[in-house]
């Protein structure tokens, strides 16, 4: 992506390791997170792109995991980056387990302390460069929030990252109700899907959706949309403009 | 009680595999003024005796709330209870902080008994604590973590305070004790402090049926435990505390004025409950040591 080398090479022998390393811009990014509310729990969809710069450079990168027993987690943003929060996650998972005593995290809990780890990263100018879209249910509550790379976090029962805030949020807005059924649930994001993979350019056709109830979480095998290309408009595309391509 | 020479440290076992200073420490909760905890499937109630020195002074405040979900009441060195407290509203309102959501009273306790044993230092590892107060330490990874070190080094000696810890969690409600040993064990009701085994004479031949109690008859089983301790003082509200957090009620310490009511009406009821014995048994001697209200 950045050909630039505006940034010395970190792995200097003769540095310090005092020399500040942060993340200045992000490399390989994942696209959109939809997920939504639904009677039984939460649904999220993510494509499975990882874009390098505006190369579609991996197709087959997972952007949805399972945290504990409660909790689903999408991102959008450095992959390499939420590989990291995953091992936080993943270290903070084991010690609620440790305790061993009926207990455990919750959506809520996990939203929270992402929340906390973003904003602190934040603050010292070395963002983890991501979109965190956090879902679950514990004891019947549903849960479903965000959390942005500079820690804006919110609650919603509908929430999208990057492009699909301006192209799948307006459709959930008219389209999202109450108490959906699981089929209505996933039409509902695979419609939005299906207008990101004609809109966004770093989305790909393979997507996965994940599903999470107070009983399990299933992350579907990866799969892809019908698409449509036969309008009349595409037939002839350089009709009103002779000598465009 | 036995002076010898495996006393002196607390680092020193004795022949028989004892540590005499935290035994020590453990006379020093039975030497402090009764305070008992009791519990039910929804609510707990703490309560607990405060002797003021003087008529002039004020008594000391044994019973603190540490968050909205819990609150403990303590017996024996009530300096070092306080400090315990701070430490435990500390660890509440940070967890609090990360996870918005109220820490569980079984891991709080576990906490304070593992502290009992080893600095604070050493729990959080990877971790630079410096001298004096409260502060924020950011990690590497971007987590903040808050260490507490106490500069009186107070903790080369075992604290001498006992604690009733009362909680609500996810799991219900739970009743604790923590002792200096470093030791917790969970209750459905218990007294510690002077006197002590009056209350739990008393409460052992109630708890079965606390499981099911409503909130008052929490309240007035704690009163009465209370009462045992006193040996034959009257109990009134100036002289007994008592606290309740329960599902829908954060932990709050009952005014005055309310348990004096309470007090009142309980005895009301054990008068009349006496005066109708009287009359049907007319065994004048036999009168409760309770039902004597007249001669204040």
Same mark, same amino acid.
């Given at each position: 992506m950045s050909l630039i080398a505006s940034t010395p090479a970190n792995n200097s022998l003769l540095s310090s390791g005092m020399e500040s390393e942060r993340t200045l811009y992000p490399y390989v990014t994942g696209t959109s997170v939809i997920g939504i509310k639904y009677k039984d729990g939460i649904l999220m969809a993510a494509d499975m792109g990882g874009s390098y710069g505006s190369t579609l450079r991996y197709k087959s990168v997972e952007r949805l995991k399972s945290i504990g027993k409660h909790s689903l987690l999408g991102a959008s943003g450095e992959i390499s980056d939420f590989q990291e929060i995953l091992r936080y996650l993943d270290e903070l998972i084991l010690y609620d387990n440790m305790w061993d005593d009926g207990n455990s995290l919750g959506p809520k809990e996990v939203h929270n302390y992402l929340t906390r780890v973003m904003y602190n990263?934040?603050?010292?100018f070395n963002p983890l460069w991501n979109s965190l879209v956090l879902g679950g249910v514990k004891n019947g509550q549903k849960y479903l929030g965000m959390v942005s790379m500079i820690g804006v976090h919110f609650e919603d029962n509908h929430v999208a990252t990057g492009f699909g805030n301006h192209l799948a949020r307006p459709i959930l807005r008219d389209e999202w109700h109450e108490n959906m059924s699981f089929e209505d649930a996933v039409k509902l994001l695979e419609k939005c899907m299906r207008v990101l993979l004609y809109r966004d350019r770093s989305a790909i056709n393979k997507l996965q959706i994940a599903k999470i109830t107070e009983e399990e979480v299933t992350i579907s095998q990866p799969y892809s949309l019908k698409t449509f290309w036969g309008y009349s408009a595409f037939q002839n595309p350089t009709k009103g403009a002779e000598g465009s391509w | 009680m036995f002076r010898n020479q495996y006393d002196t440290d607390v680092t020193t076992w004795s022949p028989a595999g004892r540590l005499f200073q935290v035994e020590y420490a453990m006379e020093a909760v039975k030497q402090g003024s009764a305070a008992i905890g009791l519990r039910s499937k929804t609510h707990v109630v703490l309560a607990s005796v405060n002797k003021a020195n003087s008529e002039l002074s004020s008594h000391q405040k044994k019973i603190f709330k540490v968050d909205d979900h819990i609150g403990v009441a303590i017996s024996g060195l009530t300096a070092d209870g306080r400090v315990i407290s701070r430490y435990l509203r500390s660890e509440c309102i940070n967890h609090s902080f990360t996870y918005e959501s109220p820490l569980p009273v079984g891991r709080?306790?576990?906490?304070?008994?593992?502290?009992?044993?080893?600095p604070l230092e050493i729990l959080n590892v990877g971790h630079k604590s410096f001298g004096v107060g409260v502060f924020l330490i950011v990690e590497a990874d971007g987590r903040f973590l808050l260490d507490q070190v106490c500069t009186q080094r107070s903790w080369k000696r075992?604290?001498?305070?006992?604690?009733? !810890?009362?909680?609500?969690?996810?799991? &219900? $409600?739970?009743?604790?004790?923590?002792?200096?040993?470093?030791?917790?064990?969970?209750?459905q009701a218990f007294a510690i402090g002077s006197r002590s085994q009056a209350a739990k004479t008393y409460l052992e031949r109630k708890f079965e049926t606390f499981m099911g109690s409503s909130r008052e008859d929490l309240i007035r089983d704690a009163?009465?435990?209370?009462?045992?301790?006193l040996?034959?003082?009257?109990?009134?509200?100036?002289?007994?505390?008592?606290?309740?957090?329960?599902?829908?009620?954060?932990?709050?310490?009952?005014?005055?004025?309310?348990?004096?009511?309470l007090i009142e009406?309980?005895?009301?009821?054990?008068?009349? !409950?006496?005066?109708?014995?009287?009359? &049907? $048994?007319?065994?004048?001697?036999?009168?409760?040591p309770e039902g004597a209200p007249m001669d204040i």
């Open positions: 990263r934040r603050n010292k | 709080l306790v576990v906490q304070l008994a593992d502290k009992a044993q080893f075992p604290y001498g305070v006992g604690l009733l !810890v009362a909680g609500l969690d996810e799991s &219900g $409600a739970h009743l604790y004790y923590n002792c200096p040993s470093g030791n917790y064990f969970e209750y009163l009465f435990a209370i009462k045992e301790t040996q034959g003082e009257k109990l009134t509200s100036s002289i007994c505390t008592v606290a309740v957090v329960g599902v829908g009620e954060p932990f709050n310490i009952i005014n005055q004025k309310t348990i004096q009511e009406s309980f005895e009301t009821k054990e008068e009349e !409950v006496v005066e109708a014995a009287d009359q &049907g $048994a007319a065994m004048q001697e036999d009168r409760s």
